[in-house]
Each structure stands twice: as C-alpha cells, then as structure tokens.
C-alpha cells in the first residue's frame, strides 16, 4: 500500500473515532476510551463484510429465584450465518435442544425435546429479523448484537464509560479486553488480536436488576466465509413433528 495514502487513512480512522468519541462525551459520559472505540470499530467492521461465517456460543446466564438467589444456567450453541438473509442456530442445554431456521422468509423453530415446531413470517433482512423476532416474541439469538451495523454506535450513545484495559489471553488467543459502564449494565469484551479481530468472550451484568444477573458468552471455532449451502437453512418437518402457534409477548408473558 502506498505509505501516503495509508498515513491520510490512518488520520481519517483517528479523526473520526475522536469525532464520535466527543459526541459521546456531549452526553455526559465520564470518559470514552479512543483505543477501545477503534477496537470495536475495526471488530464491527470485519462482521459486517462477512459473506458468510460460522461460530460456536457456550454460555452461562442467571436466572432469578425467590428461594435460592441465582442459578447459574449454560447452552452451547452453533451458528451459521450466510448474509444477506440466511441463518441456523442449533442449541443443546439447559433451556433444551433446539433449533432456529431463518431462509431469508419463514423462520422456523424447532424443539427437538417436544418434537414440536412453529412458524412465523419474517423480514428479510437478518437483523430485521432478529430484532423484529427478539422484541415480539422473546426469542434470543446469541451473541447477536455483534451482528448489527450499530453495535459500536449504541454501545456508546448508552456508555457512561468505555475502556481499553490491554492484552489478556482467551483459550490461548491473545485479545484487546475492553470494559464499560452503561446506564444499566455493566460490560466487557474480548477482541481478538489477530487479521481477523473477532469477538472471543463477553461478559454482561445487570446492574440495575435484583442480585445483578450475568451473562457470559465465550466464542470460539469461528469459521471465516465457509461454503454454506442454501438447503442447510431450510427446515424440513420431523416426522411426527406437533405444529404450535408462537405466541407474541404480551405484558402477561
């Protein structure tokens, strides 16, 4: 590359990371870190030129009860993910096995444990989709807020503060750890320090929640534009399979 035209590239980065991060500080955020902004940055980025990807989720997450406090609770999830309009998620743990379809029109869930599945229509646009499926119908994509085209933006119009805290090492992967504060959270990610700079870890706690619940999700197997045929996403009825109405949110559920 021309070291010219790589050095006014460079500024150009800078001055627009420092751009955004004085914007954020308008909104009274005590400090906002440049270094982990154009971490993020370059992380969101890489996502969002991803034809097409692969990645196994293990998580841990709390779950609330009046008798005992928290309970800590664990999937492991595969994802697979073929832009623009293409995803399947297969989760085994203690929320059962289940599966999500998505061929770019119906996605399909699956419970495996009932032999049960339900339908719904959906916007073709995967995070559309999985914003429009998440708010309506509770249910979770993991790790899916990597995916949005916003995620850096409203990581910090919601920061109070933003930290780049230096290299640690995630199952022998040496990371960028960056931490924050946000108005009811508290977070961390782990970026990986490589061509790539993939996500690797995340922690979240629910700081404005009874106990402070958190979730946690270790990424790992990331597979980078892998062929991934269209027939894998569509879904084909279990013998036997129970068709079940998925029922939108209400206040009530």
């Not at 230096?166 to 199952?171: A, K, N, P, R, S």
Request: net charge neutral; with cysteine; hydrophobic share 40%.
């Amino acid at each position: 590359m021309n070291k010219k035209f790589f050095f006014l590239l460079l500024l150009g980065f800078v001055a627009s990371t420092q751009l955004r991060a004085q914007k954020a500080q308008a909104v009274k955020v005590r400090r906002i870190d440049t270094v982990a902004v154009a971490i993020l940055d370059k992380m969101s980025a890489m996502i969002g030129e991803l034809g097409s990807c692969s990645v196994t989720i293990k998580s841990n997450y709390d779950v609330t009860s009046k008798e005992l406090g928290l309970i800590k609770h664990s999937d492991e999830e595969h994802l697979y993910l073929h832009g623009p309009d293409k995803l399947l998620v297969k989760s085994e743990g203690d929320r059962g096995s289940r599966d999500l379809y998505f061929d770019g029109k119906t996605l399909s869930y699956y419970s495996l444990d009932r032999n049960q599945y339900g339908q719904i229509e959906a916007p073709a646009s995967l995070v559309e989709m999985i914003d429009t499926v998440s708010r309506r119908y509770g249910i979770e994509f993991p790790a899916a807020d990597f995916f949005y085209p916003t995620f850096v933006d409203d990581i910090l119009a919601d920061s109070k503060e933003l930290v780049y805290l230096g290299l640690t090492t995630i199952d022998g992967k040496e990371c960028y750890h960056i931490a924050g504060m946000g108005t009811d959270k508290s977070f961390q990610f782990w970026i990986s320090n490589d061509a790539f700079t993939l996500p690797m870890k995340m922690v979240i706690v629910y700081t404005t929640k009874s106990m402070n619940p958190q979730y946690e999700a270790v990424l790992s197997d990331w597979q980078v534009n892998p062929t991934l045929p269209d027939a894998m996403f569509d879904f084909s009825i279990p013998l036997k399979a129970k068709k079940v109405k998925l029922v939108p949110l209400t206040a009530k559920n």
